[in-house]
């Protein structure tokens, strides 16, 4: 089996849980921060049999890594195996100048800056602890530290949230002049405080989704931005330097490619086999001291599995999919209706959805595979 090229490192540890959050996160433990590094180290000695040298792309995600004590941070950064593209995630309040130098230094090549919006009574309904004015500080220090390659996340859909509220976040961020932008609706996980506490707004915004959607890309692709993803914009062109600012991380499990995943709570898809480790702290951190591999839930994927996902993922993107055999997972009759309806468009052996199939995503996809 040829080496796997991507490496995801789940980082957990947050200053505290936002309301609308269920990611694998741990508040504070800042006790645990270096015992933690040490079994991620630890579980990718166990792994590392099946990576590649060098890495295509590593991608530091949480939580919120930037909150890991900054010994075990560096440490976990000079232990990891190299990469073409190195990504961190990072809260806006985390970003120093100090932490912002520490991160180029040790070859981190690309930053995720999780804004959500820049309107202050809308963070306070996510709980958010950055405001506008902690974005754009941390954007500069980045700057100033030699990043160019910067990705904005923004959220949604937002309880609360007016379509002049969606528009001044975008007007925000493109003054900023990130590389990158992720653009994200809002999902609550049902049965959490958030849902209880914003039900009937969740509601309404859901109602709006459509209109946001398609006033960010008609905003992002004016402004010069590529759409190759559904939620995802980059830099192209004379504004891109003739780099591909895609990020590369991304496109390998849009594009079906194996992934090794190390940290709580994190997935691996390797030849055929995925598994997620146990979001369980404590379990983790006992198996990795004793030299074992971490509790997992495996999942053997046959080739329809394998291929439906390939289908779903692949239309996502900006450029045609290359079915390789699998038309067979395709209702026929789906695909002629699509078409005629001008959703879809079939080259031989390769599908697309046209801009007005992409507005819709998800729906299409589903009914191709129905």
Sequence with gaps: ????????????????????????????????????????????????????????????G??????????????????????????VEANPETVTSDLARMLREAGVNRVSLGVQTFQPRLLDVLDRVAGPDDVRHAFYHLRDAGFDNITLDLIYGIPGQSSADLEADIDEALELGPEHLS?????????????????????????????????????LTAAGYRWYETANF??????????????????????????LGIGIGAVSTVGGRRWRNSPRLPAYLEALAGGRAPDRELELLDADTRGRERVMLGLRLDEP??????????????????????????????LSLTRRGRLLGGGVTAELLA
Aim: proline share 3%; with cysteine; hydrophobic share 40%.
């Design 62 to 87: 949480g939580g919120t890594p930037t909150f890991t004590e900054r010994a075990a941070l560096e440490r976990l950064l000079r232990t990891l195996p190299p990469a073409d593209e190195l990504t």
């Design 321 to 350: 999919f290359a079915l390789n055999g699998e038309e067979r997972l395709l209702d026929a009759a789906a695909l002629a209706r699509l078409a005629d309806l001008g959703l879809v468009e079939r080259h031989e052996d390769e």
């Design 183 to 219: 653009c994200y609706e809002l999902e609550a996980k049902p049965g959490t405080r958030f849902t209880h506490a914003h039900g009937g707004e969740l509601i309404r915004q859901a109602e709006l989704m459509e209109g946001y959607f398609e006033a960010v890309v008609e905003r």
């Design 234 to 259: 980059c830099r192209s062109g004379a504004g891109a330097g003739g780099r591909d600012l895609r990020s590369r991380h991304n496109l390998a499990y849009w594009l079906g490619r194996d992934y």
């Design 1 to 60: 089996m040829q080496g796997v090229g991507h490496l995801y490192v789940h980082l957990p540890f947050c200053s505290h849980r936002c309301g609308y959050c269920d990611f694998v996160t741990v508040v504070g433990r800042h006790g645990q921060h270096l015992r933690y590094v040490d079994a991620l180290l630890t579980e990718l000695e166990l792994g590392r049999h099946v990576l590649a040298e060098p890495l295509e792309t590593l991608f530091l």
